[in-house]
Structures are given as structure tokens and as C-alpha cells.
């Protein structure tokens, strides 16, 4: 359980007992928050504490686009990024504001007001009532408050949408498959050519299909998004990310990073799903993000300005100051192939999207972009990293050399 959450000046601090990221402040939208935020963390059993460890401090540039329904909802609340702390038993934070002349002479709060601490348990989404939510409630039945019908129907519609993301894929999977098997380039090029008959029978220019992990594979609770599936027209370029949670994770524990940030984007930030349409771990592995089928143009919150006709690929780590790995980026790679050749794209070229705003473009301005962006190039923020921004040249042309081309 969370205990003695509490507030001190600009200084957070908390003592947990949970395995799972401390998620650090959250504040009403759109409030950004203006100036340093570090934590520290204490090992589960141990009096030893890490260093202090700074923290992007604002993750909105990954959401929805303006004057969308998910944008507009009234739940968006503003965020740093998250950090994956693994097994821990305390945590602290401060915040230090970053004062202008003209913040103080308006006599302006130099912090965002309600800012407070999310603690997340990856496990916490689960019927068996383990660990917090976000918001740091019990997620157990509570017979005393909640009636048995409303349970009932929570367990239904949680079972409706857990089929309707499974059906999502089910072209390519059995309906409650764990993962999409990886097929040979022949068979990637003999399904698409099945899919697109009365077309030309030209030879398609797509990569193999490689192993994605479906939502039920990684362990998404689907009774914690937003009913219902939104798709955008096509998918004409990729945003690559990095999730800035930090590289101190074992791959076995990427389905635990993952399902702590689907909470953290649902319940702490107030999206309809995960923002990401993929994920990929240090070893490789791929992951179904947003809910609505890995080959579907499934519109995502990643790039705010640019959600639609692209997907997001969020790369789990930290990538300023250390390597992506050689792994992760043939799978960013190989991903690339596949779901941008499924739409006639080539990794290695150019193509133009309209801005739906934000601090790089106006609403409306049609911007030529690569095809393969960082983002970064959509949107000024220091995503994904300079190590894997840089990495993101060869990474086109190896996904066009996966295509054939």
C-alpha cells in the first residue's frame, strides 16, 4: 500500500511498498510545469537510496491532438514523465520552480497548483485487489461500498473489451493469442498480396512480419480504457520515442513497465488508452500498444500535433546519455518494414502531414517530414533522446533494405 504521502514545500516524499515505477507529479491540464523535478528512490529491504535522478518535466507533448474528443474530455491532466524503480520501499521528490520576472511580478503560483505524487502498481489493474491504483485506492472489491451488480457489470464490460481487442487482430491471430507470430518475407508478401486482390500484382515492397506480443500478452487490463476503437485514415510515417522511464529494467519485467505506463497514460493522465501504438524492450521484443489491431491505422496520443495518418514507436528507456540497444533498434527496424510497406511507404522518403498544432507548427500548416521521424521533429522536446534520435538514419535505411528496396 501507499503510506505517508505527504507534501512539504516543493519536496515530495513517500514510503511504498511495491515493486512498479513512482510516477511523479501530476497537475491539472494544461498547466506545464516549469523548472526541475528529481527523485530518489530507496531499495526494497535496504536502507541504500539511489542518486537523485532528474526527470522530464512534461509529457504532454505525447497526447492527443486539440480539438479532439480525447483531448477535450476534461479528465487530461498534466505530467512529467515516468520512472520505473523496480523493488522499492520509499521514494522522494523535489521540485524546484523555475521563477521569471514576469511570473512573479503577476504574482503567478511559480508551480503548478494540485500537483501530487502517482505511485503505480503494474499489478494493481488485476481482479485479485493487489496494490494501489494511481490515485493510491485499493483495487479490491469493496463489498461494504460497491454493490454486486456493479461489480458484475464492471467484470462484463471488462470481458466486451477485452474481446473486442483481441478481434481487433484476429486476420492475424487467434481470437486471445498472447503474440502475432513472425512470418518469412515470402508469406508477408503472399498475405499482402491476397489482402489486396483485383490490384495490381506488382511485387510488394513490405518487410517481413516480425513477432508482436498482444495487449493480452503483456497483461492490459482492457477494463481500464476507454470503450470503443478510433482509426485514422492510413498510416504514412512512423514517430519514434523513448518512454524516459528509465534503463533500469530487465527485459522480463517489460510487460510490468508497460502496463504501468498504460495506467499512468488511462488513469493518471486521463487518455482513452496507451498513447503508444507500439513498444519495443531492450531485447527486441515488440508490443501491441493502443487497442485496435497492429495492421489497422489505429489513431494514437504519441505526437501531439501528428497523431493522425502515423503511428508512435516508443523505445522503453531513457536515451540522452546512453545507447539504445543494437537489439532495439533492428526491431524498430523491422517494425517499420512491415506496418509502413502494409500501407505502400517507403522508410527512406519523405512525405507531408498536416500539423494539428502545437509548438513547432501551426493548426493546418502541411509539413514534409521523414517518413521514419523522431519526435522531436514534430514537436520541440527532447524525445527520443539524442543517442536514439542519432541512431534513426541508419534505422531507414535498414527498413528499406527489410522492404527490398
Same mark, same amino acid.
Given at each position: 500500500a501507499r503510506r505517508g504521502v505527504h507534501a512539504t514545500g516543493t519536496d515530495l516524499a513517500a514510503e511504498v511498498h511495491d515493486q512498479g515505477p513512482a510516477w511523479l507529479p501530476s497537475y491539472p491540464a494544461p498547466t506545464e510545469l516549469r523548472g526541475r523535478v528529481q527523485v530518489r528512490t530507496r531499495s526494497h529491504g535496504t536502507r541504500h537510496w539511489t542518486g537523485w535522478q532528474d526527470i522530464e518535466t512534461h509529457n504532454h507533448e505525447h497526447g492527443a491532438d486539440p480539438d479532439t474528443a480525447e483531448r477535450g474530455s476534461g479528465r487530461v491532466r498534466g505530467s512529467t514523465a515516468p520512472l520505473w524503480v523496480g523493488n522499492s520501499d520509499g521514494v522522494e521528490v523535489r521540485v524546484q520552480a523555475a521563477v521569471d520576472e514576469r511570473s512573479t511580478s503577476a504574482g503567478e503560483s511559480p508551480l503548478p497548483r494540485g500537483m501530487h505524487l502517482e505511485l503505480v502498481d503494474p499489478d494493481g489493474g488485476s481482479s485479485s485487489g493487489r496494490g494501489p491504483t494511481a490515485s493510491g485506492r485499493s483495487t479490491g472489491w469493496n463489498a461494504g461500498t460497491d454493490s454486486v451488480t456493479t461489480a458484475l457489470d464492471a467484470a462484463m464490460a471488462a470481458t466486451t473489451a477485452a474481446h473486442e481487442a483481441s478481434a481487433a487482430d484476429a486476420a492475424l491471430? /487467434?481470437?486471445?493469442? $498472447?503474440?502475432? /507470430? %513472425?512470418?518469412? +518475407?515470402?508469406? $508477408?508478401?503472399?498475405? @499482402?498480396? %491476397?489482402?489486396?486482390? =483485383?490490384?495490381?500484382? %506488382? +511485387? /510488394?515492397?513490405? =518487410?517481413?512480419?516480425?513477432?508482436? !506480443? $498482444?495487449?493480452?500478452?503483456?497483461?492490459?487490463?482492457?477494463?481500464?480504457r476507454e470503450r470503443g476503437l478510433v482509426y485514422t485514415k492510413m498510416v504514412k510515417a512512423a514517430f519514434v520515442h523513448h518512454t524516459a522511464?528509465?534503463?533500469?529494467?530487465?527485459?522480463?519485467?517489460?510487460?510490468? !513497465?508497460?502496463?504501468?505506463? @498504460?495506467?499512468y497514460h488511462v488513469k493518471s493522465s486521463g487518455w482513452r488508452d496507451i498513447g503508444y501504438n507500439f513498444l519495443v524492450d531492450k531485447c527486441g521484443t515488440v508490443y501491441e500498444g493502443r487497442a485496435g489491431g497492429v495492421a489497422k491505422p489505429v489513431m =494514437?496520443?504519441? $505526437?501531439?500535433?501528428?497523431?493522425s495518418d502515423t503511428m508512435g514507436i516508443a523505445v522503453l528507456g531513457t536515451f540522452a546519455d546512453t545507447r539504445p540497444a543494437a537489439a532495439a533498434l533492428r526491431a524498430v527496424a523491422r517494425l517499420t518494414a512491415w506496418k509502413l510497406g502494409l500501407y505502400g511507404v517507403n522508410p527512406r522518403g519523405k512525405t507531408y502531414l498536416k500539423s494539428g498544432g502545437g509548438n513547432l507548427y501551426r493548426k493546418g500548416k502541411n509539413v514534409r517530414l521523414n517518413v521514419i521521424s523522431g519526435h522531436r521533429d514534430g514537436f520541440a522536446t527532447e524525445c527520443p533522446g539524442r543517442l536514439l534520435y542519432g541512431k534513426l538514419g541508419s534505422a531507414r535505411t535498414t527498413a528499406a533494405r527489410y522492404q527490398g528496396r
Open positions: 491471430a /487467434p481470437l486471445g493469442a $498472447t503474440a502475432i /507470430p %513472425a512470418l518469412s +518475407k515470402a508469406r $508477408t508478401e503472399r498475405e @499482402y498480396l %491476397a489482402a489486396h486482390q =483485383g490490384e495490381p500484382r %506488382a +511485387k /510488394p515492397y513490405i =518487410g517481413a512480419r516480425p513477432r508482436i !506480443v $498482444t495487449r493480452r500478452g503483456w497483461g492490459a487490463d482492457e477494463g481500464l522511464s528509465g534503463n533500469n529494467y530487465r527485459c522480463s519485467q517489460a510487460s510490468s !513497465v508497460i502496463r504501468s505506463i @498504460y495506467r =494514437g496520443a504519441h $505526437t501531439l500535433g501528428f497523431n
